[in-house]
């Protein structure tokens, strides 16, 4: 079984063991912290973002990336039949232990059980595409995962600020696209590409495929709120 720091991080900080850090390792700097117990927020502390997105779900919900489940669990609360999807084994012992009622062990791109209403993907969840290249087959795979009338949605940010002060390189390609690695008690996960889209190449790309891109929020921090809808 390959090595999973951040599922052995969140069941630890579950179960009350909260001496060890979680690091990431990243393309843009050499290592930082990072805060565990941000999975496991009450909904008194989501951003007015994530607020916003969970009011906009709709019908069978499926949370991409669920973590810890604190997403799930406000739509649970809500009466909103919702299944969060995680391919961490241990994620998903946390999240059944924490009362999600129904969780998937399971890759996204590899998941075709069901379809929904709804695709959440929070937290930058459609990071997971981990390129621009790769972004059109994940809304491939997303259109297949939603019934007619469905939505998409995600909140991400433009990192562009990474670079504007010239100290950090700004790399080959895309400029949101970033290489992470976990460590947990010594232990690395494998290395994975994560996406940051900025808005304007979202809207490029989503139209190229066959969506329509509404920009529904914007904060302070160059991060937004996207609702996509297939078109037919």
Known sequence: MAPDPLGTALIDYYRGRTSE????????????????????????????????????????VL?????????????????????????????????????????????????????YDTLLFMMNGIGVAGTVDRLKKLLQHSRSLLKEGGQLLFDSSDVAYLYADGFIEKPEGYYGEIQYQYEYKGVRGEPFNWLFIDQATLIQHGQREGWVVQILYEDQNDQYLARMTPVM
């Open 21 to 60: 850090k979680l690091l990431l390792r990243t393309s843009y700097t050499d290592i930082e912290e990072m805060p565990v117990d941000v999975f496991f927020r009450e909904p008194e502390d989501f951003p007015a973002l994530e607020y916003i997105a969970l009011a906009l779900c709709d019908g069978r």
């Open 63 to 115: 949370d991409v990336g669920a973590g810890a489940g604190s997403h799930a669990l406000y739509l649970q609360r809500q009466g909103i039949e919702v299944v969060a999807l995680e391919h961490s084994p241990q994620a998903c012992t946390v999240m059944r232990e924490r009362g999600v009622r129904q969780v998937v062990l399971e890759d996204f791109f590899n998941y075709s059980a069901a379809t």
